[in-house]
Nanobody
Framework: QVQLVESGGGLVQAGGSLRLSCAAS????????VGWFRQAPGKDREFVAAINRSGRSPDYADSVKGRFTISRDNAKNTVLLQMNSLKPEDTAVFYC?????????????????WGQGTQVTVSS
């Protein structure tokens, strides 16, 4: 069992930065890949970024590539999402999720546990 808690959301002006944190409980956190997803009002949940168990080979949606960076610290049971050059279209509730799967991290169905989400609002 893994419990995930996101933090770090807030209101920021376009061009600004935020750093989201996903804190996990449980000793087996290092055996899970972690992804970030977001959902804007009236839209489907979409993939943002993912990182595998070892912290190598991060993957990003095209819409955030070059602006967002995902990283993890297994010793601290934490995954971070550094978001730079934020745009109004980044406004959404951001969720972190944990998966035992070895592949398919862009698909929400492979994730076993989800956090409650944190709101990110980017003003123009």
């Amino acid at each position: 069992q893994v419990q995930l808690v996101e933090s770090g959301g807030g209101l920021v002006q376009a061009g600004g930065s935020l750093r989201l944190s996903c804190a996990a409980s449980g000793r087996t956190f290092s055996t899970y890949a972690v992804g970030w997803f977001r959902q804007a009002p009236g839209k489907d949940r979409e993939f943002v970024a993912a990182i595998n168990r070892s912290g190598r080979s991060p993957d990003y949606a095209d819409s955030v590539k070059g602006r967002f960076t995902i990283s993890r610290d297994n010793a601290k049971n934490t995954v971070l999402l550094q978001m730079n050059s934020l745009k109004p279209e980044d406004t959404a509730v951001f969720y972190c999720a944990a998966s035992r799967s070895l592949t398919g991290y862009r698909m929400s169905v492979v994730y076993d546990y989800w956090g409650q989400g944190t709101q990110v609002t980017v003003s123009s």
